[in-house]
Nanobody, 113 residues
Framework: VQLQASGGGLVQAGGSLNLSCIASEDISSFVIMAWYRQSPGKQRELVATIANQGSTSFARSVQGRFTISRDNAKNMVYLQMNNLTPEDTAVYYC????????WGQGTQVTVSS
C-alpha cells in the first residue's frame, strides 16, 4: 500500500491547514488510521488516530486544535489543523496504528511566528 500525504505548506502562527492522505488500497481493513509527525532531530510521534467507527484520540499537544477524519470509500484520511503554532512545524505522515504500511514521503508543515 502506498500512502501520499498532501496539503502542507507555510502558514503563520494561528493559521490553519487541512492535510489529506490517500492510500493506494482499501483502508477499511485497518481498524485505526493515524497521523504522525516528525520534526528535525526528533523521533516521529503519533498526533491523532481515528477508528473505523469514528472514535478519535489526540496527542495532548494538539488536543482541541486538530481534528481527524477518514473516508474509507475514498481511501482517504484527513487532518484539520487549527490555531497552529511554531511547535507544530514538522513533516506529517499518515499510516495505520500500529504502523503496518510503508511510509510515504509526508507533507511539510511550517508555522512561522
Amino acid at each position: 500500500v502506498q500512502l501520499q500525504a498532501s496539503g502542507g505548506g507555510l502558514v503563520q502562527a494561528g493559521g490553519s491547514l487541512n492535510l489529506s492522505c490517500i492510500a493506494s488500497e482499501d483502508i477499511s481493513s485497518f481498524v485505526i488510521m493515524a497521523w504522525y509527525r516528525q520534526s528535525p532531530g526528533k523521533q516521529r510521534e503519533l498526533v491523532a488516530t481515528i477508528a473505523n467507527q469514528g472514535s478519535t484520540s489526540f496527542a495532548r499537544s494538539v488536543q482541541g486544535r486538530f481534528t481527524i477524519s477518514r473516508d474509507n470509500a475514498k481511501n482517504m484520511v484527513y487532518l484539520q489543523m487549527n490555531n497552529l503554532t511554531p511547535e507544530d512545524t514538522a513533516v506529517y505522515y499518515c499510516n495505520s496504528a500500529p504502523v503496518r504500511m510503508k511510509w510515504g514521503q509526508g507533507t511539510q508543515v511550517t508555522v512561522s511566528s
